[in-house]
């Protein structure tokens, strides 16, 4: 029995000092290589259009969301457009529809660490190979970031933060965003394993081709969706995006929450009129209540 324990013991402290060599391959550099996987660029392939990379954009202000149609001649003239995002999700209008909708389903595998602080939020890059098939089209996982508060709200309720995992159709070059919501709680372990790295300013990333990472940390059990057709929150605002906007929050701690806020501030742009929309849902309903 006590050998049992010693091997344990060795084993134990054997993998947190590799844990902790891990640390000697951490860097941060000011060196921003092109961005590929920014939601803009991503979007130039199903759009065709060139990036405008000397229009700029705030969340306030002469460059606000009021004014972003006009920033940019008519590069972003879609920020006007009717079936923009996100939009507030009116619960007692939404259609729920499991004939004609299919479960979410993923394969996400794990991958390097590529966190990209661009100046609107920031952006973990995901090694390729990670999909999701969603309503018969596998997509392509690219990368996900965040936004404080909620973009979309439900019922007029904002979240404290939410998370885009930005898809794209190999095919077509279309774009499938799934939204999860944080609100505060018990602290999120895989945020916490990244708190500390998160770039702070603008241009700044963090790589660590050594370590590895699930995004199904940031998951939550039951992913009851909210379906629709929009488009991207962020100039040029192309309306290529189907949204999965799920139902149920994960939760983050007061501190990991307060940490994203100031590093990003307040990075949501306003809701957007539904027009002729319609919200539908799916998913089914489990007996879990996070
Ligand atoms: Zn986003």
């Not at 969340?59 to 507030?88: H, K, M, R, V």
């Not at 499991?98 to 609107?120: A, C, F, K, M």
């Amino acid at each position: 029995m006590k050998t049992i324990f010693f091997r344990l013991l060795f084993a134990c402290l054997f993998l947190m000092t590799l844990a902790c060599s891990h640390d000697e391959f951490e860097s941060t550099t000011t060196e921003t290589p092109q961005n590929i996987n920014d939601e803009a660029a991503l979007a130039a392939a199903a759009t065709g259009k060139s990036l405008s990379s000397e229009c700029q954009f705030e969340y306030e202000g002469e460059l606000g969301p009021e004014f972003w149609a006009t920033l940019c001649g008519s590069d972003w003239e879609s920020c006007g457009g009717s079936s923009q995002s996100p939009i507030n999700i009116e619960t007692s209008t939404v259609e729920h529809d499991d004939d004609n909708l299919e479960p979410i389903q993923t394969w996400y595998r794990g991958t390097s660490v590529d966190i990209i602080n661009n100046g609107h939020t920031v952006q973990f890059n995901y090694d390729a190979g990670s999909t999701a098939r969603l309503n018969g089209i596998e997509y392509e996982l690219k990368q996900f970031h965040f936004h404080t508060g909620s973009e979309h709200t439900v019922d007029n309720y904002r979240y404290d933060m939410e998370m885009h995992l930005v898809h794209q159709d190999p095919n077509t070059g279309l774009l499938a965003v799934i939204g999860v919501f944080f609100k505060e709680g018990r602290s999120n372990y895989l945020l916490g394993k990244f708190l500390n790295h998160i770039p702070k300013n603008e241009g700044e990333h963090f790589k660590d081709p050594y370590r590895h990472f699930f995004v199904n940390f940031l998951l939550p059990y039951d992913k009851t969706y909210y379906t629709y057709n929009g488009s991207l929150t962020t100039p040029g605002c192309d309306e290529i995006v189907t949204w999965y906007v799920l139902k149920n929050p994960i939760r983050a701690s007061r501190r990991q929450l307060d940490a994203f806020k100031k590093i990003m501030h307040s990075n949501y742009r306003p809701v957007q009129d539904l027009n002729n929309r319609i919200v539908r849902s799916a998913g089914g309903f489990l007996a879990y209540d996070d």
